[in-house]
């Protein structure tokens, strides 16, 4: 009998990536997003549906879950993928834009893991993948909301690890580095202040520079895969960003720090 993935944020980029992946590999797929009708052919092939969810709204959320059981029967792995980023300095950022990233990436996380979890016990097992970032270990310039949320999607995970290990239940982190995808311009909202202009303009420009020279995003799809059949009990999976964690636990913190503001704004101390 064919193994169930539901994944969040499926439209695009990792998210796309990772169920079409799966759906290679033989899995059923529920690719949910916010807008199914943009799904490509990949989608309309047996074996795959495609249910609306949006994570702010929970409602969506119940129904998504529902609509995989009723088709696949079970679900034995969910990936926590949707999500965007909110960039700029904080001095910038607005109460509503700093509520809409947390209720995005952490809060309707949240809510599809308490959703699914009565689910995965009554099947007496399953794994969570959430998918973080480097930015929830390492920091970077003009990202502080978004590796805030980050942040906590690694602690809560690693807390919840612990939690449900007595029910079968496993959770996984995906640490990904840079990634090729829209991300940059279709899941990123920019904050803005006129005393952080240049700043913003510089990270801006490295963005768009190192954009093209990313790995792709099926490199981080396969290293999902691995997690969701890995039952070793390894709770951090990082593809891209090992090198990131190496130089930032070798490197004194000045040199760390001033190696970045070199690569991302120009200028070092």
């Known amino acids: 009998m064919s193994k169930t993935v539901l994944i969040t944020g499926a439209s695009s980029g990792i998210g796309e990536a990772t169920a079409k992946y799966f759906l290679q590999k033989g899995w059923n797929v529920a690719a949910t997003m916010r807008s199914p009708h943009k799904a490509g052919d990949w ?101 502080s909301s978004y590796h805030a949320t980050k942040w906590a999607v690694e602690g809560l995970s690693e807390s919840l690890s612990y939690e449900l290990r007595r029910f079968g239940i496993h959770v996984k982190i995906i640490e990904p580095g840079g990634i090729k995808t829209n991300f940059i311009h279709h899941g990123t909202v920019w904050a803005t202040h006129a005393e952080y202009t240049q700043m913003i303009n510089q990270v801006k420009d490295f963005m768009q520079k190192i954009n093209d020279s990313l790995p792709e995003a099926e490199g981080v799809a396969k290293t999902i895969y691995r997690a969701a059949n890995d039952v070793s009990g390894r709770l951090r999976y990082s593809p891209y960003g090992e090198l990131f964690f190496l130089l930032h636990a070798i490197l004194p913190e000045k040199l760390w720090q001033s190696l970045v503001e070199k690569m991302m704004l120009g200028k070092s101390k």
């Open 43 to 143: 989608a309309k092939v047996k074996g795959v549906i495609c249910p609306f969810l949006d994570v702010t709204d929970p409602e969506t959320i119940t129904s998504a879950i529902h609509k995989t059981l009723e088709h696949f029967g079970r679900i034995d792995v969910l990936v926590n993928n949707a999500g965007y980023a909110l960039m700029g300095p904080l001095e910038g950022v607005t109460p509503e834009q700093l509520e809409h990233q947390f209720q995005t990436n952490v809060f309707g996380l949240i809510t599809t893991i308490q959703t699914i979890l009565p689910v995965l016990r009554r099947q007496g097992g399953g794994t969570i993948i959430n998918v973080a970032s480097i930015g929830g270990r390492l920091a970077f310039p003009l990202t």
